[in-house]
Nanobody, 127 residues
């Protein structure tokens, strides 16, 4: 599995940003794909994840109502639309995927070595 993330940048508080992830190489129809983030000195955390099978999603409580994960199955792309951004959303964001699991399992009950990671993209929310 190969993941290529893009779309990070600098945005003011209250602004919006969209992250994109190009995904390829899956050998199973059932997998979860999504976004994690990490701030230096803190543990990586799952933010939003989506199922390949039925589009079911999981969102971390702190981003519910502000972030929306979506997928384009034809283009093999996953997006994270981030609205009403806050300074605490500042982090390096990683696209991640794991075959044979649900979005909840990927985003919450995850094991680093079991996940395929894309490169990080920095999101900075600052005035």
């Amino acid at each position: 599995v190969q993941l290529q993330a893009s779309g990070g940048g600098l945005v003011q508080p209250g602004g919006s940003l969209r992250l994109s992830c190009a995904a390829s190489g899956f050998t199973r129809d059932y997998y979860a794909i999504g976004w994690f983030r990490q701030v230096p000195g803190k543990e990586r955390e799952g933010v939003s994840c989506i199922s390949s099978r039925d589009g079911m999603t999981y969102d971390k409580d702190s981003v519910k109502g502000r972030f929306t994960i979506s997928r384009d199955k034809v283009k093999n792309m996953v997006y994270l639309q981030m609205n009403s951004l806050k300074s605490e959303d500042t982090a390096v964001y990683y696209c991640a995927a794991q075959q044979g699991v649900s979005p909840l399992e990927l985003c919450v009950a995850w094991t680093y070595s079991a996940i395929r990671w894309g490169q990080g993209t920095l999101v900075t929310v600052s005035s």
